[in-house]
T-cell receptor
Framework: GENVEQHPSTLSVQEGDSAVIKCTYS??????FPWYKQELGKRPQLIID?????GEKKDQRIAVTLNKTAKHFSLHITETQPEDSAVYFC???????????FGDGTTLTVKP | NAGVTQTPKFQVLKTGQSMTLQCAQD?????MSWYRQDPGMGLRLIHY???????DQGEVPNGYNVSRSTTEDFPLRLLSAAPSQTSVYFC?????????????FGQGTRLTVV
């Protein structure tokens, strides 16, 4: 089955700096890679996603890159703000299968 | 639309008790899943379903049963609760094979087994 590894487990940055979170996956059949943000006590919510036929996607301060050959994808947050502090999860899934596999999460702390 | 609705939000059980966590979605999604979230361990898949009448085991299925009699509902049953099942449980649904197959999560059920 699919195995997703996420690094780092914790990340602390100063406000205004950039943050990068990396994930690797094992199943070449995975073709959809979403990123979720989970605030304390809340449910995970999608912040950005990328499909396997795209190498990079950007949405304002957030970007995701995908290297299919190396089976890794990354989340980039620029100009971080205190409200970006949360746990971030990557996931890998096959859009024709019923399940997604999640990374273990990265706790991001943005210091004002 | 209500999205994905989970009940209850909080529950305390005694060891050995059984209960059902309810999950319903009104988005006509074929795919539904149950995850448990323990501190520092991310989301681990318990059971999932690709449509009514079809269920399959995930990563940590022991001690849990599911059924999918309708597209809308996907209840999770704890057969004999154990302290190791203390966790936050999330139900999620998503559509199959479309351009955007993000998972929509319920608000979670915080379960404590004493």
């Amino acid at each position: 089955g699919e195995n997703v590894e996420q690094h780092p487990s914790t990340l602390s940055v100063q406000e205004g700096d950039s943050a990068v979170i990396k994930c690797t996956y094992s199943d070449s059949a995975s073709n959809y890679f979403p990123w979720y943000k989970q605030e304390l006590g809340k449910r995970p919510q999608l912040i950005i996603d990328i499909r396997s036929n795209v190498g990079e996607k950007k949405d304002q301060r957030i970007a995701v890159t995908l290297n299919k050959t190396a089976k890794h994808f990354s989340l980039h947050i620029t100009e971080t703000q205190p409200e970006d502090s949360a746990v971030y999860f990557c996931a890998a899934s096959n859009t024709n299968a019923g399940k997604s596999t999640f990374g273990d999460g990265t706790t991001l702390t943005v210091k004002p | 639309n209500a999205g994905v609705t989970q009940t209850p939000k909080f529950q305390v059980l005694k060891t050995g008790q059984s209960m059902t966590l309810q999950c319903a979605q009104d988005m006509n999604h074929e795919y539904m899943s149950w995850y448990r979230q323990d501190p520092g361990m991310g989301l681990r898949l318990i059971h999932y379903s690709v449509g009514a009448g079809i269920t399959d085991q995930g990563e940590v299925p022991n001690g849990y049963n599911v059924s999918r009699s309708t597209t809308e509902d996907f209840p999770l049953r704890l057969l004999s609760a154990a302290p190791s099942q203390t966790s936050v449980y999330f139900c999620a649904s998503r559509p199959p094979g479309t351009a955007r197959t993000e998972a929509f999560f319920g608000q979670g059920t915080r379960l404590t087994v004493v």
